[in-house]
């Protein structure tokens, strides 16, 4: 996810800023790298053993790398974030889809990282607990109850709990699931998934076989959202394809090695795509007798994922409020905010629409089959700025083509072209049940996609700009931007 800002002109504006403050190109790395990758999807991609290297590779050769570069021109060029990008280069309505969506695609972003905490936090009290839909209800509720709570106070530093995330949450976890994983195959004992060179491609089972790729486009979102920085490196042409293939490099490493060591570890077919990573570790650390670490390895993972939820609560609902209230796309009720400023109608209306949503988990009987099809519609709701954003870059680069720009990317069509294919080949990838659950009703799966995606993604967001009113414009409420 990416934060959003108002656009404060109507015309293209952009160019190095006047006073920077320089940062490495390895910083960048970081940051980017810190902000992209997570062990959240390594159980998902586990269940494909030594596949997994191929299904992480190829997205992040047709996706990530398109989306680094491409918005990196953008950002170096304009101010405002995607909503301006959009607006300028495609239509001020596009500009509000573009927003919306990603807005919308927190409503099931949180329930599905909610859903992986209750599942995580079940090893700490009662592993049974994992595959358990009221238990995971109840989670997602208080949690996001609780965090609407802290944002709507105004609560300063929350990104601070979030900035360790990556240490606490993900590299310290993961480096000491992979070490002893290593150690768990040098003591002898069996692989859980063949790692033959045979098996370096999925098998293929018809389309249904590669539906869990889709995932991975989530995974590698959100590289927008670094793009800022461009203007910050001393010389962006060569240091931020630097920065990026080096952060490629390590979000690559991060992603693959602990769906590896967890495919060593645990079989296929006992994988829990919410649990897998603790299933993994409990796992692993029987074999060393070290099982009282998977509690401690459990509250690692938990804080990082709720200080992450806290960082990202507030930022796109701020950057819709900013926008809607400039351009009247969302009716007053919704643009209100409270003493301390916070937009909380939105986070509160937003909040019972979650809670809808997780009680869904306590209806369907396989917890994980929750967690993937809200994964999926997360995607495509993200999936469909990302296709707007590619297009729009095309028409920018055509319409203002002697702009200033700190960066500029090359072969820019190609580089769209690749993405905007890869994205909607994925968005439309989405409506096909994976083959890890064949077993599934595939009508109602493609229901519940369908109307999470297309209907939140593209309907709401019509009817609200078809109802819109002119007295919902509040044009003296531009100022600020979203935390």
């Not at 002109?9 to 190109?25: L, Q």
């Not at 300028?88 to 990603?102: E, T």
């Not at 768990?184 to 370096?200: E, V």
């Not at 989405?430 to 064949?438: E, R």
């Amino acid at each position: 996810m990416s934060d959003t800002q108002v656009p404060s002109e109507s015309v293209p504006t952009g160019g190095r800023p006047p006073a920077v403050t320089w940062i490495s190109w390895i910083a960048l790395a970081l940051m980017t790298t810190s902000s992209v990758a997570s062990l959240r999807p390594s159980p998902t991609m586990a269940v494909y053993g030594l596949a997994c290297v191929f299904l992480y590779v190829v997205p992040a050769i047709v996706f990530l790398l398109p989306t680094s570069l491409v918005s990196a021109e953008l950002a170096s060029g304009w101010s405002g974030g995607v909503y301006n990008w959009v607006a300028l280069g495609i239509s001020k309505p596009m500009g509000f889809l573009a927003v919306w969506c990603q807005f919308a695609m927190t409503i099931f972003y949180y329930p599905s990282l909610l859903g992986y905490v209750a599942s995580t936090l079940a090893y700490v009290i009662n592993p049974s607990l994992a595959n358990n839909g009221v238990w995971t209800a109840l989670v997602i509720m208080i949690a996001y109850w609780a965090g609407v709570f802290i944002s709507s106070r105004g609560t300063k530093g929350v990104a601070g709990l979030a900035s360790g995330g990556l240490i606490i949450g993900t590299l310290v976890p993961g480096a000491l699931l992979v070490i002893l994983g290593i150690v768990f195959l040098g003591q002898g004992n069996p692989s859980a998934a063949p790692m033959t060179a045979d098996n370096l491609l999925p098998a293929w089972a018809g389309i249904a076989s590669l539906v869990l790729i889709v995932n991975n486009f989530l995974s590698y979102s959100g590289m927008e959202m670094n793009a800022v920085h461009v203007s910050s490196l001393r010389n962006p042409a060569k240091q931020f394809p630097r920065a990026m293939f080096f952060a490629m490099a390590l979000v690559l490493l991060i992603f693959i090695l602990p769906a590896l060591a967890i495919s060593w570890v645990v079989p296929a077919e006992q994988l829990s795509l919410t649990a897998g990573v603790m299933q993994a570790f409990d796992a692993v650390f029987a074999q060393f007798g070290w099982q009282w670490l998977t509690p401690v390895i459990g509250i690692m993972l938990v804080t990082a994922s709720l200080g992450g939820m806290l960082t990202w609560l507030a930022g796109p609902s701020k950057g819709l409020l900013l926008i809607s209230r400039q351009e009247g796309y969302l009716p007053p009720f919704l643009q209100r905010v409270n003493k301390q400023g916070v937009q909380q109608n939105i986070l509160v209306t937003q909040g019972l629409v979650t809670t809808v949503i997780a009680l869904l988990y306590a209806f369907i009987p396989d917890v994980s089959s929750a967690y993937w099809i809200f994964s999926v519609i997360t995607t495509q709701l993200y999936l469909i700025m990302y296709l707007l954003m590619f297009v729009a870059a095309v028409r920018l680069r055509r319409k203002f083509p002697d702009h200033p720009r700190g960066y500029r990317a090359p072969m820019l069509v190609g580089l769209c072209g690749v993405g905007f294919a890869a994205s909607l080949a994925a968005l439309l990838i989405g409506f096909v049940p994976p083959s890890q659950f064949g077993g599934g009703n595939a009508g109602v799966y493609f229901l519940f996609v369908a109307a999470g995606a297309l209907g939140l993604g593209l309907l709401v967001p019509f009817l609200f700009y078809r109802l819109r009113k002119p007295s919902w414009k509040q044009a003296e409420s531009t100022e600020g931007s979203p935390s």
